[in-house]
């Protein structure tokens, strides 16, 4: 059941994240052309065309983003919730043995806890049966939420690479290993920051997406 729970609770993640990060990707990717541009000549414009599509195969971001908030974070009273909470504090403590890694355990500690005070927040909306007001900013959520999730996945993989090298595990080179750690060091550097931003929108008393009575034309 533990693992059920915790399966559902990723995969709008797994399907939207990805692809909506994907494109930013390929986009990022199309600057290194500079003044050429995008042309013919480099895959890239293919890759950009392709990716486009991959948001939508399996449900649009914002059905996906209604599905996490609106039923895998509040299902079975939010067991989910709960138990990737507690294997993103398994990874936090694991982390915690390498000196090199502590300040990155304890910056997702940190975000752990905004997270849990933004859930509380929105979840107080749906106590109430307001449940329109709890899901106004659902796709705001999923970015928040998964950046959370990536955050710990590559502080999970930087542990499990510094215990490789510290062991001396020739499996792959200590080159594979270090580029793991440097891609975690680059997610906290440029990427999980990112909540910080994010967190006062989502626990905003100002609600501006949902109109009553009259329609608002900008």
């Given at each position: 059941?533990?693992?059920?729970?915790?399966?559902?609770?990723?995969?709008?993640?797994?399907?939207?994240?990805?692809?909506?990060?994907?494109?930013?990707?390929v986009?990022?990717g199309?600057?290194?052309?500079?003044?050429?541009?995008?042309?013919?000549?480099?895959?890239?414009?293919?890759?950009?065309?392709?990716?486009?599509?991959?948001?939508?195969?399996?449900?649009?971001?914002?059905?996906?983003?209604?599905?996490?908030?609106?039923?895998?974070?509040?299902?079975?009273n939010?067991?989910?919730?709960?138990?990737?909470?507690?294997?993103?504090?398994?990874?936090i403590?694991?982390?915690?043995?390498?000196?090199?890694?502590?300040?990155?355990?304890?910056?997702?500690?940190?975000?752990?806890?905004?997270?849990?005070?933004?859930?509380?927040?929105?979840?107080?909306?749906?106590?109430?049966?307001?449940?329109?007001?709890?899901?106004?900013?659902?796709?705001?959520?999923?970015?928040?939420?998964?950046?959370?999730?990536?955050?710990?996945?590559?502080?999970?993989?930087?542990?499990?690479?510094?215990?490789?090298?510290?062991?001396?595990?020739t499996a792959?080179?200590p080159?594979?290993?270090?580029?793991?750690?440097?891609?975690?060091?680059?997610?906290?550097k440029?990427?999980?920051?990112?909540?910080?931003?994010?967190?006062?929108?989502?626990?905003?008393?100002?609600?501006?997406?949902?109109?009553?009575?009259?329609?608002?034309?900008?």
């Amino acid at each position: 059941k533990k693992n059920r729970l915790l399966l559902e609770l990723l995969v709008p993640i797994a399907k939207t994240y990805p692809t909506e990060k994907g494109r930013e990707a390929v986009d990022n990717g199309l600057q290194v052309l500079g003044g050429y541009g995008y042309c013919s000549d480099f895959v890239l414009q293919q890759y950009l065309r392709d990716i486009r599509i991959m948001a939508i195969y399996e449900g649009t971001t914002g059905i996906q983003s209604l599905d996490l908030l609106g039923r895998k974070a509040t299902m079975d009273n939010g067991k989910a919730v709960q138990l990737l909470a507690e294997e993103m504090q398994r990874t936090i403590e694991q982390a915690t043995t390498f000196d090199e890694l502590k300040p990155y355990a304890r910056q997702l500690a940190d975000k752990m806890g905004l997270s849990q005070k933004v859930l509380k927040f929105l979840l107080s909306f749906a106590a109430k049966g307001e449940y329109e007001r709890f899901l106004a900013d659902a796709t705001v959520f999923m970015d928040f939420f998964s950046t959370l999730v990536l955050g710990w996945l590559w502080l999970d993989m930087a542990a499990v690479a510094k215990r490789e090298l510290v062991s001396g595990n020739t499996a792959y080179t200590p080159d594979f290993y270090e580029s793991k750690i440097h891609a975690m060091r680059f997610f906290f550097k440029y990427e999980l920051p990112k909540m910080e931003g994010l967190a006062p929108t989502l626990m905003s008393e100002e609600v501006l997406t949902i109109l009553e009575e009259k329609e608002v034309i900008a």
